[in-house]
Antibody, heavy 118, light 108 residues
Framework: EVQLVESGGGLVQPGGSLRLSCTASGFSFSSYAMIWVRQAQGKGLECVSYISASSSTIDYADSVKGRFTISRDNAKNSLYLQMSNLRAEDTAMYYC???????????WGKGTTVTVSS | EIVLTQSPGTLSFSPGERATLSCRASQSVAGDQLAWYQQKPGQAPRLVISGASSRATGIPDRFSGSGSGTDFTLTISSLEPEDFAVYHCQQYSSPFLTFGGGTKVEVK
């Protein structure tokens, strides 16, 4: 079964750090680009960060540039998002998603919740 | 950055009715690289349409996508109870992936 499972979310104080993980199974993880998408409660979807299959191309939303770092370990079938200097506006559900052959996001995890609050 | 606008934010229909959802881009989406996703409460998004008009695996044929350039449409020919959800459009051409604000399809 093709699956993505996120972990690492939680409650963190403003200015703090958190590392999210996404573990893939059921497909050749090393062959596909991956993205992190977040969704604040009651709001729309926002692409946070993108990483190509080989990690040669990485990009970030302006809202997180300089604070978040995306990475992957193809040997471990894992995707990561290191988040630092967190702000209240980073509070959201964070999803990892696989970019399919057609370019769209064809597999999504169930998400992990990040809450930034004192 | 390509900005996608979905309006209105909410549409109300009765089961069996035809629903037409709109997604407008601030600039032309190269290669019609536009997708639609369905999201139900408490669930992750699910791919419905890619390449503006290609149904994803397992998506019933009552769903269809059309459009090119800056104007795209998702049509549900006859709404089933399980189709009431939020629908998001997304462009994946360049330079960065962006989503529209979403349209909620609710029961009238």
């Amino acid at each position: 079964e093709v699956q993505l499972v996120e972990s690492g979310g939680g409650l963190v104080q403003p200015g703090g750090s958190l590392r999210l993980s996404c573990t893939a199974s059921g497909f050749s993880f090393s062959s596909y680009a991956m993205i992190w998408v977040r969704q604040a409660q009651g709001k729309g979807l926002e692409c946070v960060s993108y990483i190509s299959a080989s990690s040669s191309t990485i990009d970030y939303a302006d809202s997180v540039k300089g604070r978040f770092t995306i990475s992957r370990d193809n040997a471990k079938n894992s995707l990561y998002l290191q988040m630092s200097n967190l702000r209240a506006e980073d509070t959201a559900m964070y999803y990892c998603a696989k970019r399919g052959p057609a370019g769209s996001m064809d597999v999504w995890g169930k998400g992990t919740t990040v809450t930034v609050s004192s | 950055e390509i900005v996608l606008t979905q309006s209105p934010g909410t549409l109300s229909f009765s089961p069996g009715e035809r629903a037409t959802l709109s997604c407008r881009a601030s600039q032309s989406v190269a290669g019609d690289q536009l997708a639609w996703y369905q999201q139900k409460p408490g669930q992750a998004p699910r791919l419905v349409i890619s390449g503006a008009s290609s149904r994803a695996t397992g998506i019933p044929d009552r769903f269809s996508g059309s459009g090119s350039g800056t104007d795209f449409t998702l049509t549900i020919s006859s709404l089933e109870p399980e189709d009431f959800a939020v629908y998001h459009c997304q462009q994946y051409s360049s330079p960065f992936l962006t989503f529209g604000g979403g349209t909620k399809v609710e029961v009238k």
